[in-house]
């Protein structure tokens, strides 16, 4: 069985601040893992997504994640945080990249930015 | 760029009724997947489906819950006795294989579902 954990389900950071969110996982097989950010009211719209043909992985919006399976981690993180980052980020593993393949999500971490 | 898109956007039903939620999934896409996330909750695998046949269940998605493709664009989830528990936005997803399998599933705006 797949699991990802999130640690943290609200972070707040000031405008212009890192952003770091946290996801560990659990896998029996070799995973492969993905952000999505959800926006109040919207659905959800894929960040960035490991695969294993990199371990730091670059998405939209400046967003980055490195796999690192010492750490059995995948974080994600930003530079600088804009206003527009507020939304709920969700990590999600799945257990190949092949099709057909449920994804197992993460309870979600909630991020606010300050002005 | 094509996008999934689902209809309605929110449906109010009462207990014991029947709802059909649809789903247009993105043309050249051959997985279609159902999702669900009660307020304040993960969103969790209900469905995929992948030539005319479920691949996988879980196990909220018992003999209440139906899934068909009707024809060669509409995706729909019918739950047929509706419970105050199947209150929940539900997500439409679907997914290709690329050329080395890299799939990304793509997911619609949801459909808020509430049972009164």
């Known amino acids: 069985a797949q699991s990802v954990t999130q640690l943290g389900s609200h972070v707040s950071v000031s405008e212009g601040a890192l952003v770091l969110l946290r996801c560990n996982y659990s896998s029996s097989v070799p995973p492969y893992l993905f952000w999505y950010v959800q926006y109040p009211n919207q659905g959800l719209q894929l960040l960035l997504k490991?695969?294993?043909?990199?371990?730091l992985v670059k998405g939209i919006n400046g967003f980055e994640a490195e796999f690192k399976k010492s750490e059995t981690s995948f974080h994600l993180t930003k530079p600088s945080a804009h206003m527009s980052d507020a939304a709920e980020y969700f990590c999600a593993v799945t257990k190949s990249n092949f099709g057909n393949e449920k994804l197992t999500f993460g309870t979600g971490t909630r991020l606010t930015i300050i002005p | 760029e094509p996008e999934v898109t689902q209809t309605p956007s929110h449906q109010v039903t009462q207990m014991g009724q029947e709802v059909i939620l649809r789903c247009v999934p993105i043309s050249n896409h051959l997985y279609f997947y159902w999702y669900r996330q009660i307020l304040g909750q993960k969103v969790e695998f209900l469905v995929s489906f992948y030539n005319n046949e479920i691949s996988e269940k879980s196990e909220i998605f018992d003999d209440q819950f139906s899934v068909e493709r009707p024809d060669g664009s509409n995706f729909t989830l019918k739950i047929r006795s509706t419970k105050l528990e199947d209150s929940a936005m539900y997500f439409c997803a679907s997914s290709k294989p690329d050329r080395v399998g890299r799939d990304t599933q793509y997911f619609g705006p949801g459909t808020r579902l509430t049972v009164l």
């Open positions: 490991y695969t294993s043909a990199a371990t």
